[in-house]
């Protein structure tokens, strides 16, 4: 796994932490495997979203995994064109909609 520096927050003052990754050979790239193996995610709320060029793998499958004892809400699948021209399939639409419900979630 890659070294990534220490973050400049404390996890411990939050307890939903969106985190997000480009789809890397079917799964997270290897600095967010990092982050999620070095982290203590236990009773937060992660809300995982995840990049993909039409294929997504395992990837929040992966991310569930790696982050024991939290919980997961609004997970997120953001699709791009796969033909390599960054056209984004999945609707700005939808993604506004999805950071409104969890904004929605977060100000109750």
């Known amino acids: 796994m890659p070294q990534i520096n220490p973050l400049s927050v404390n996890l411990a003052d939050y307890d939903v ?22 982290n ?5 709320t992660v809300i995982p979203f995840m990049t993909n060029g039409g294929w997504p793998g ?9 982050c024991k004892g939290a919980a997961f809400a609004h997970e997120m699948q ?5 033909m390599g021209k960054d056209h984004l399939e ?8 999805w950071i409104g419900q969890i904004k929605m979630e977060i100000n109750k």
């Open 90 to 97: 999945t609707s700005e639409d939808v993604i506004t909609e």
């Open 78 to 82: 953001i699709q791009f064109d796969s």
């Open 40 to 44: 203590d995610f236990t009773g937060k």
């Open 58 to 66: 395992h990837v929040i499958k992966d991310m569930k995994d790696k």
């Open 17 to 38: 932490i969106a985190i997000g990754t480009p789809t890397w050979w079917y799964t997270m790239a290897p600095a967010v495997l990092t982050f999620l193996t070095t």
